[in-house]
């Protein structure tokens, strides 16, 4: 498997009932979204870990690639291709974390503005690094805007690396994200609150690719 990813990240919503999580994210498959997102903080390990696997079996079908959010234990346990980590998650020890989910499996890291930390986790071994808010976030209201202005500036800095955008992206702003330069854009409300998901993924992948 390559480590290269490009195009429409689609993180599913949290707090979804199981039925609508997983038709959700074949909504999303179907319209041509390749890489999904699993994230789910209020389920418990046990039901949280079935609902890994059976979108495991989804992307699977679909030729996509599944990325587990917080949780290393669970990337490994549901076959997942890749874990996204935070910098409040253990990310101390990049070795460490290599040798207990191997060389194939993708690792992102959030990195919101930091260039200097996103400098380092390149270092250590990190497949792709996540800057944003871009522009202000329903999902993380939290999180201070960044601008496309530093979004620029970080793919100057890291030329070779896989870069991830995040943060108020809708299809509206695809392209200006796209024209930054980044490899992917991370999409969350924009995709998954659209009335209709499967026909909103088609136009943000066509626009993407066109």
Request: glycine share 8%; with cysteine.
């Amino acid at each position: 498997m390559t480590k290269r990813i490009s195009g429409i990240y689609g993180i599913l919503p949290s707090g979804l009932t199981t039925a609508d999580l997983l038709h959700q994210a074949e909504q999303a498959l179907q319209g041509g979204v390749r890489l999904l997102q699993f994230r789910d903080k209020d389920a418990g390990y046990k039901k949280a870990l079935k609902r890994a696997k059976a979108l495991r079996q989804l992307t699977l079908a679909y030729d996509a690639r599944l990325v587990v959010n917080d949780s290393v234990q669970m990337a490994v346990e549901s076959g997942a291709d890749g874990v996204h980590l935070g910098r409040d998650d253990e990310i101390s020890n990049m070795a460490g974390l290599r040798q207990q989910i191997g060389d194939s499996m993708l690792v992102g890291i959030t990195c919101r503005a930091d260039a200097v930390f996103a400098r380092v986790m390149l270092q250590s071994g990190a497949d792709y690094v996540s800057f944003g808010a871009v522009w202000a976030s329903n999902s993380k209201p939290e999180v201070p805007e960044m601008g496309l202005p530093r979004l620029l500036k970080a793919r100057q800095m890291f030329p070779e690396a896989n870069i991830c955008a995040i943060g108020g992206i809708d299809r509206q702003r695809l392209l200006q994200v796209k024209a930054a330069g980044v490899d992917c854009a991370a999409v969350i409300a924009a995709l998954f609150a659209a009335p209709d998901i499967k026909a909103e993924a088609q136009a943000m992948v066509d626009l993407w690719n066109a």
